[in-house]
């Protein structure tokens, strides 16, 4: 297991295998912007744990060779960060990535570069918003046959104001890609929130779905939970453990639960 | 000893009446069947007795034990007693049944919970209704079959032990063995625990595993008539169109 700690804009190598080559780049001191390069050569998982307590800023650049399969875990807790991450995925690569934030104010910006035939991306994000949020993403299907499934998920509170850009690009003669978008916000606040969700398709011969939903659960959701006894506070707290941490492995989950109980006990 | 009494209820959701006056008392220890063709007002009936907010209650009154529970919220008459087995039951991921579960009970029995007690019945209660073991661990009927879901809401009853069990379709999705397995496992709740016991049904199958001490039909959102066992035998060999035709002329024939 590859593990990075960052604190602040300061990544440290906490473990790694031979399977990646992780580079701190010289910081750019024009715009105090430091860069992370990750080149993944053969099959592997990283793990990068995120404390923020100042204003900070970061370049993370992911490049997965080709036939390489890549997990990518990320837990990232505090506040002011601005990072972006660009990942480079080559033929025939399957990248895998799970990131839960707790932070206060943010802005991220990811961009994804599916960069061989075959490549696939399985992206499921999920937040607690308690401030002004908004993320960035755009997905370039550069070859056939590329997938990308990509999963936002955030529950809204306090003070949060949470948006969501999805972008997926298809150029022309790129056949077959893959393009699935399912953004949820749940907003248990009067505060707008906001999911923009773009399809940009050239291409005729392409599957693509999107969902945008932003509300509160649903009357049936709560109905099902309240019929066995629960009451409304604990039907809520249930439905949200199960939001965010639905399509978490059980090897993560323990970390999670433990920032959601924070919240809701 | 238990009842619940529904006395002249109307009901309307969306402007629309979808029970008229409607009428039935249920005991403990009693089973009532409602039957009925599509859209006659079966399925709001369980509903309203369990207290969804989308339906609104124009006249009538629903007693539990005597008092009425119409202003009671859904968990609240839950907790007095009150299950519902729904025909339709919601898949909710990433909340596992296991949680969903201890939740309730926790709830429900406040202090005295504890866990492996909670945990050895609910294993014996999977293994008696077939059902996977591992499905405690996943989401509430995430990837469950029609049968699987049924199976758990069954599952649901048995672990909270309610003293008034609705139960709504609860065969529509089974294939014949689990149609089989639910229908005695109700049955053995039933003779364990002798609550008062609503099955709404359309098909005689069900009833062939419960046995109805009553039955009734229900047409346009009121109980048209009511019976034994032999109505239900009458239904299957003449359907609900004859069945109201007879009993729309005996009604005429009372009223003169």
Known sequence: MNRIKVVNDLPEIISSDDNIEITLLEKNELFSINSLRIKVKKNTSLEIEYYSLKETKLDIFIKVDEDVKFNLFEMREGNNTKVQYKFYLEENSETNVTKFYDVTSIKEMVIINLNGVNAKLNYNFKTISEAEEKYDMIVYHNYSNTVSNINNNGVNILEGNLIFNVSGFVLNNKKDCVLNQ????????????????????DE??????????????????MFYLKRLGIDEANALNLLIKGFLLNDISKKNQSKIIKIIDKYWR | MHNLIIKNLTVEIENKKILKD???????????AIMGPNGTGKSTLSKVIMGDPNYKIIKGDILFDGKSITELSVDERARLGIFLGMQMPLEIAGVTNADFLRTALNIKQGNSFSLMPFIKKLNETIEHLKMDKNMIHRGINQGFSGGERKKNEILQMYMLEPLMVVLDEIDSGLDVDSLKTVGKNVMDYYKKNKPGLLVITHYQRLLNYIKPDYVHIIIDGKIVKSGDFSLVKEIEKNGYENITKNDLYDEGKSKK
Do not use: M, W, Y
């Open chain 1, 182 to 201: 399912n953004n949820r916000i749940i907003n248990l606040t009067d505060n707008k929130c906001q999911i923009n969700p773009n399809l940009f398709i």
């Open chain 1, 204 to 221: 005729n011969d392409v599957e693509a779905n999107h969902s945008a939903l932003i509300g509160r659960f649903s009357d049936e959701e």
């Open chain 2, 22 to 32: 409607f009428n039935i008392e249920i005991n403990s220890g009693e089973i009532h």
